[in-house]
């Protein structure tokens, strides 16, 4: 949820963006404003709409209709209420309203688009989008009508609708109210679709890009949080470090994730007394895959990520647009608004998170486990058999585990034809956007569960001290959930730990010690 800032303020030219500059805009409230070289190039590119809007050379968008009924001629007169009965037709979603940092963002991105020049839409109605974003009006905006194909449309066109005066809002107090209501409060005029706008306003990826970079963002805290309790479920599992040498990593295998998720684990680590504790023991060749192998998967997460990101900067340099008005004057039908690109990393991240979480849930299992948890109580109960300790967090997180394996099904492979087969191939980028979230969520929640359960692992090793960084998480994490002792409603803590996880509190605490955490 967005944060009143007054801070910092996004100043839109024709060039691009930084992750940063969305994230600011769409999670803390940043004040956005157009600069002179945004206005300059979209008061150009009008020119040229405004030549071809009075004239019958047919002009998709312009002068025809939409779609499939693309070979319709628009007379002159009707050229407006074409442009709004396109909105009006097209916000056509259902279902429970989007997160307002998702439509922030979605706004903030189509805004960019206009900004430099190719769109064709007047000053005056990019200044609305500024206006509707530094008013902290959030149009509602439901969660199901994209194909990911043609763009965003049904999501853009309900934020579009709002500036219409029509549609509903969420007001900066929150509150659902007619739009009219909130922009009069707000002193902002509705507009007055033009020719070629409310296409402009319609026609991008938007939405699956917006929520791509938040999802990186989030995933980038996440894979932090991962090597921290991979680092403690060794420690709580009287595990070995050595595995997790420099010389067995980069030099051997040159994969970059796979490099720092070790390095991470390894520096963690550092000054164990559990893992000394054992270093000369012989019994015990080699550990568990879950605890060996944890920087080949963290590892193999921070790769994907690093790709989606790629093509996330990609996507944020484009001006997605159909069609898009071009330097020499040209407006040019395209097919940048497919979502394909973007798509397949949104399924892509999908799949390394769920594995993540995947791993992670089988160092809990395996800590939970008397055969297999080094002399530890079953499921690390303080009276067992009395007490059942933390055997139904791990149902939980199992739960979780398996939700997220559903979700990692790729939505990109499912396209589905429409407007009578104009449109016959389509991204579902908007789907697997939207899972994605939930994928990122739950991973959260798993993690979180491993941190609660090696937590206590390690406070139930007495006599053995943990590292210092992991010794410092453990005493974050203590502020809010207590440590080894008999049952009690743990639901509450569970809730607490995946609220210190998503804070970014926990890789703070780390790197109060372990500096290079990355």
Known sequence: MAQESTKRTITLGTGGLTFDDVIAVAREGAKVQLDSSSIAAM?????????????????????????????????????????????????????????????????????????????????ELAQTFVDFLNADITPVVPEFGSLGCSGDLAPLSHCALSMMGEGRVHNPQGEIVDSAVAMKAAGIAPIELEEKEGLALINGTDGMLGMLIMAIRDLEE??????????????????????????????????????VSAANIFGLLKGSGIVASHVNDTSQVQDAYSLRCAPQVAGAVRDTISYAATIAERELQSAIDNPVVLPDGRVQSNGNFHG???????????????????????????????????????????DPGVDSGLMIAQYTQAGL????????SPASVDSIPSSAMQEDHVSMGWSAARKLRKVVENLSRVLAIELVTSARAIDLRTGLNPSQATGRVIAELRKSVAGPGPDRFISPELEAADALVRSGKVSAAAREVFAELR
């Not at 309790?229 to 470090?241: K, R």
């Not at 690109?341 to 089988?362: C, Q, T, W």
């Open 43 to 123: 008061s150009a590119s009008r020119a040229f709409i405004e030549k071809y809007a009075s004239g019958d050379t047919p002009v998709y968008g312009v002068s025809t209709g939409f779609g499939a009924l693309a070979t319709r001629h628009i007379d002159v007169k009707d050229r407006v209420q074409l442009q709004k009965s396109l909105i009006r037709s097209h916000a056509a979603g259902v279902g429970p309203a989007v997160e307002k940092e998702v439509v922030r963002a979605l706004m903030f991105l189509r805004l960019r688009t206009m900004a430099t020049g190719r769109t064709g839409v007047r000053v």
């Open 340 to 382: 394909a690109p973007v798509a397949y990393v949104l399924d892509f991240l999908a799949i390394a998170a769920a594995d993540l979480g995947s791993i992670a849930e089988r160092r809990t299992d395996r800590a939970l486990d008397k055969a297999r948890n080094f002399g530890l109580p079953p499921f690390l109960a303080d």
């Open 401 to 408: 585990v398996s939700e997220n394996k559903r979700l990692a």
């Open 222 to 259: 996440l894979s932090r949080v991962a090597d921290i309790t991979a680092a403690m479920s060794i420690e709580g599992l009287l595990g070995t470090d050595k595995v997790f040498t420099p010389e067995l990593h980069f030099p051997l295998r040159p994969q970059v994730g796979q490099a």
